[in-house]
C-alpha cells in the first residue's frame, strides 16, 4: 500500500514569492491535515479536512495562506507571498476516519521549505 | 491553553538497557494519547496510542502509561537497539478525535 506522497521534497524561494505544496493520502482516507513543523519543534495544525470540507482551519494564517482539497482526495496548500518566517517543513497526514482507527495518522516524508 | 512537555535534553543511552521518555501535559485531561517516532528528514510514524481509561499498553519492546492523576505519559523501550535512535513525539488529542496536539520530541541516542 502506498504511503501518503508529499511534493514536492524540498523548495528554496525568495521571499514575497508563491510557493504551492501537494499531498496525496493513503487511497481511501477521508481525513487529510497538514501540519508545519518548525525546527526542534512537533507538528503544529494548520488545517484539517473531512473529504473536501476544510473542518478545523483555526491555525491556518489565513492571510496569506490557503488550502483546498477540491475533491476530497489530494490537497493543495498555497502561500503568497511567503515570509522569511515561513521557514519550515510542511507535513501532510492522513487518517482513515473508521471507528477505532480515525486517530493513528499516517504522515508524508514533508517538503522543507527555505525562505531567502 | 493545552501544553506538553517532553525531556528537551537527549538521551543516551547503552544498547540493551531500557530507555524511558516521559511526556507531561497541563490543563486539560485528553481523551487519548499517542507516542510517535521520527527520523531525519522524515515524517512521523505511529508507534502507540492508549487511551484515558487505559493504565498501560504494550507492543513488543514498547510500552506506555498513562497516569492521568500525574497528567504524564511514559514510554519504555526495552532492550534497546541503536536502530532505536530518532526523535519521540508525545501528542495528545482533547476532543476524542481529529484534534492533536504534540510535543516537541525528545531525541534519544542508543550506541552500541
Known amino acids: 500500500e502506498a504511503g501518503v506522497v508529499q511534493s514536492p521534497r524540498y523548495k528554496i524561494i525568495e521571499k514575497k514569492q508563491p510557493v504551492a505544496f501537494w499531498c496525496n493520502p493513503i487511497s481511501g482516507h477521508n481525513t487529510l491535515y497538514w501540519y508545519r513543523q518548525n525546527l526542534g519543534q512537533g507538528p503544529e495544525l494548520l488545517i484539517r479536512?473531512?473529504?473536501?470540507?476544510?473542518?478545523?482551519d483555526s491555525q491556518l494564517p489565513k492571510d496569506r495562506f490557503s488550502a483546498e482539497r477540491l475533491k476530497g482526495v489530494d490537497s493543495t496548500l498555497k502561500i503568497q507571498p511567503a515570509e522569511l518566517g515561513d521557514s519550515a517543513v510542511y507535513l501532510c497526514?492522513?487518517?482513515?476516519?473508521?471507528?477505532?482507527?480515525?486517530?493513528?495518522?499516517?504522515f508524508g516524508p514533508g517538503t522543507r521549505l527555505l525562505v531567502l | 491553553s493545552q501544553k506538553i512537555e517532553q525531556n528537551s535534553e537527549a538521551l543516551n543511552i547503552q544498547e540493551g538497557k531500557t530507555a524511558t521518555l516521559t511526556c507531561n501535559y497541563t490543563?486539560?485531561?485528553?481523551?487519548?494519547l499517542q507516542w510517535y517516532r521520527q527520523d531525519p528528514g522524515r515524517g512521523p510514524v505511529f508507534l502507540l496510542l492508549i487511551r484515558e481509561n487505559e493504565k498501560e499498553k504494550r507492543k513488543e519492546r514498547l510500552k506506555v502509561t498513562f497516569d492521568t492523576t500525574l497528567k504524564q505519559s511514559l514510554f519504555h523501550i526495552t532492550a534497546s537497539q541503536p536502530a532505536d535512535s530518532a526523535t519521540y513525539l508525545c501528542?495528545?488529542?482533547?476532543?476524542?478525535?481529529?484534534?492533536?496536539?504534540f510535543g516537541a520530541g525528545t531525541r534519544l541516542f542508543v550506541k552500541a
Open positions: 497526514a492522513s487518517s482513515s476516519g473508521l471507528a477505532g482507527e480515525q486517530e493513528t495518522q499516517y
Open positions: 490543563n486539560y485531561s485528553p481523551a487519548y
Open positions: 479536512y473531512e473529504n473536501e470540507e476544510a473542518v478545523d
Open positions: 501528542a495528545l488529542d482533547y476532543t476524542g478525535g481529529f484534534k492533536t496536539i
